[in-house]
């Protein structure tokens, strides 16, 4: 059985409430962060194509985060969400790697799969500010049909 992958982007996104909330240098020094972060808003969904898959196979989402500090943000792909979320960082100003399986419940296609992210403040009020994390580097991992 063969395998491919497809970058979902390899871009820094700013998911939150606040432009700029991460120019802080007293918290986030300038060598850890790009100058070029693309600040998104609360949320955002991103469309990817995952030619050829067997979509009776597992799937593996690997992506980074950055000071992710509250446990209610949302991961979905394909309206599904991604078991265990978005993790919350060990402390501020750290990067973690994220890798999850998805079985094939996600129902990928070779078209149009969307991967959805969104930052969520503490409780379900929309007034409440979300929090402010990054995403950066989403790939997905898939078998093919061969």
Not at 17 to 35: C, K, M, Q, V
Not at 56 to 66: G, H, I, R, T, W
């Amino acid at each position: 059985m063969a395998s491919d992958f497809s970058v979902i982007f390899n871009d820094w996104l700013h998911f939150g409430s606040h432009p700029g909330y991460f120019n802080d240098e007293t918290i986030y020094p300038l060598e850890r962060l790009d100058a070029d972060i693309t600040f998104v808003g609360a949320e955002k969904g991103i469309l990817f194509n995952t030619p050829g898959i067997d979509s009776n196979q597992p799937v593996v989402l690997m992506y980074e985060s950055f000071d992710v500090t509250l446990p209610r943000n949302v991961i979905k792909i394909n309206a599904v969400e991604i078991p265990g979320g978005i993790p919350v960082s060990s402390r501020r100003g750290e990067w973690k790697n994220n890798l999850s399986i998805l079985e094939p419940g996600v129902e990928m296609q070779d078209n149009a799969n969307e991967l959805f992210i969104e930052a969520r403040g503490e409780t379900d009020d929309p007034e409440m500010n979300p929090d402010n994390f990054l995403i950066a580097n989403a790939v997905v991992l898939y078998k093919t049909i061969a």
